[in-house]
């Protein structure tokens, strides 16, 4: 069976940054297979991407991947 990752993110869909990330993983394995559980959870909120993680985990297959992206510095400035 391919691999399977299950993605979910608040980086929107009006820009490059899903589509990256996506092309990076595809570098690594290019046999994977994405399914997009949502990129559209508001910015910052852990608690509504873990809603949305805990609804829709147990429809996947076993040793499904799920990457879980909520970045409270997307769009901000970073102390670095």
Do not use: N, Q, W
């Not at 820009?15 to 994405?34: E, R, S, W």
């Not at 909120?45 to 510095?73: M, N, Q």
């Amino acid at each position: 069976m391919r691999p399977v990752i299950a993605f979910l993110s608040d980086f929107g869909s009006r820009d490059h940054y899903v589509a990256t990330m996506k092309g990076v993983m595809l570098g690594i394995c290019p046999d994977v297979t994405f399914v997009d559980i949502t990129h559209e959870i508001a910015p910052h909120d852990v608690l509504d991407g873990a809603l949305e993680l805990c609804a829709s985990y147990k429809f996947f297959p076993a040793g499904t991947i799920f990457l879980a992206v909520i970045d409270p510095g997307v769009g901000s400035a970073r102390r670095g």
